[in-house]
């Protein structure tokens, strides 16, 4: 048994009770069994959809007129089903139930084929589009049996619709492209029959310039001409540690609107997630695409998050370990990024090895630009050691080497 199906029988019970009491309860018991024994293994059973639902329902579909296209639902005891609601077989098949016979144990009610798309595009600029029944020249009364029929005026058509937010804003001379024709309405209901929309309609004159006969939509430049721009750069470059949001504008038909509905997708959400106000949160580095829709429309905009850089900066000295009273020698300085040599200027100095001033040597001269520098050792005959330090232009880049100040005996 389906699920819907067990779902319905638990809620049996409660329909029974409503049953007289004067009818024995054997007899209800009966009557149960019968049903819950037969449902599922006639010929007439079959499961559908309802409205917009994917779950589907147990019932049967009878036959029980001279017309094919109109006939009975009934529903398994316990699951209902109202005028107005759309029947989906599982070939395809749509149908709207037109009213409903309800009992103690189960809903019984009239539905019929839908055979037109009723088409429209709404106050708001968008296309709608729903199921509908077409009445040509003749339909049958609802409170009637079937086989009786009444006539439709030449250039009169008449639909039943869903009764619903969008087909009860229909007003008068609200155009439709029926076939090749245009249509208008010059009649709404939606009293006279619960969930039900019936408009009644008079041929019209085909407007070329209006009308989009080949999507079967009239009244084609009503529909919105939305445009949406993305005011980021694109591509966007940005950093692990950088926050960011995303800016556009929303256009129709040459006006800003205030406010729009946007919605924000992430192709990879583990590097770049996006909420619903278009913020944007960076967890990792690499390349993302963040797709905005707004009216029907997508824009994508390429984000590009730089991996965070480890500089290691080194410098170092070329040049002698050794320099005697009085003489010179001359270094050289090489600065480093990541292993890699790069060229920057250096500024050279000498100090003792605890970093104080010292007398034991000096530097007689230096050239930035090539990165050399001449120390002198002193003349007085002392003796020691000294560190030469260097530098780039930034600071970043620093090293240095110990000289020891020897005597030549």
């Known amino acids: 048994m389906e699920v819907g199906a067990i779902i319905a029988y638990k809620s049996l019970n409660a329909r029974i009770k409503s049953i007289p009491s004067s009818v024995p309860q054997h007899k209800k018991q009966q009557n149960v069994n019968i049903i819950n024994n037969d449902f599922f293994n006639s010929l007439s059973y079959e499961e559908i959809n309802l409205n917009d639902s994917t779950e589907t329902s ?13 006939k009975s639902i009934i529903m398994y005891p316990g699951l209902t089903i109202q005028a107005g609601d759309r029947i989906t077989q599982g070939t395809g098949d749509q149908w709207i139930c037109l009213h ?13 084929k839908c055979n037109f798309d009723l088409k429209w595009i709404n106050q708001d600029g968008f ?33 039943v619709v869903s009764k619903n937010n969008e087909t009860q804003l229909i007003q008068r001379d609200t155009r439709f492209i029926i076939g090749s024709e245009a249509f208008k309405v010059i009649d709404t209901d939606y009293m006279s029959d619960d969930g039900l929309v019936n408009l009644s309609l008079q041929s019209d004159q085909i407007d070329p310039v209006k009308d989009n006969l080949e ?15 993305i005011l980021n750069d694109n591509p966007l470059s940005l950093s692990i540690n950088q926050s960011a949001r995303i800016n556009v504008k929303v256009m129709r038909s040459g006006s800003e609107i205030v406010d729009p509905l946007l919605e924000y997708s992430s192709s990879n959400t583990d590097l770049v997630g996006v909420d619903e106000q278009g913020i944007i949160t960076i967890h990792e580095s690499g390349e ?44 050289v300085a090489s600065f480093f990024n990541n292993g ?9 100095s000498l100090t003792n090895l605890d970093g104080s001033p010292t007398l034991l040597a000096s530097i007689s001269s230096q050239d930035p630009i090539a990165n050399t520098c001449t120390v002198k050792a002193n003349s007085i005959r002392k003796l020691g050691a000294v ?23």
Do not use: C, W
């Open 100 to 112: 409903i016979e309800d009992n103690s144990l189960y809903q019984k009610g009239k539905i019929e």
């Open 288 to 331: 993302v695409t963040i797709t905005i829709s707004a009216y029907g429309i997508e824009k994508q905009l390429n984000i590009y998050v730089a991996p965070t850089i480890h500089y290691d900066y080194d410098a170092t000295i070329d040049g002698a370990n050794d320099i005697y009273f009085n003489r010179e020698s001359t270094y």
């Open 340 to 348: 890699l040599k790069i060229s920057d200027e250096s500024s050279f």
């Open 58 to 70: 147990p019932v049967h579909i009878v036959t029980n007129g001279k017309v094919p296209t109109i």
């Open 215 to 229: 999507l079967g939509i009239a009244d084609y430049h009503k529909l919105g001409k939305y445009e949406l721009h």
């Open 127 to 159: 296309i709608q589009t729903f199921p509908s029944i077409l009445y040509f020249n003749a339909r049958s009364n609802f409170g009637t049996e079937e086989d009786k029929i009444m006539n439709l005026p030449a250039g009169r058509r008449q639909i």
């Open 387 to 409: 560190i030469l330090h260097v530098k780039n232009a930034n600071g970043l880049s620093s090293g240095q080497k110990e000289i020891k100040i020897k005597s030549l005996i």
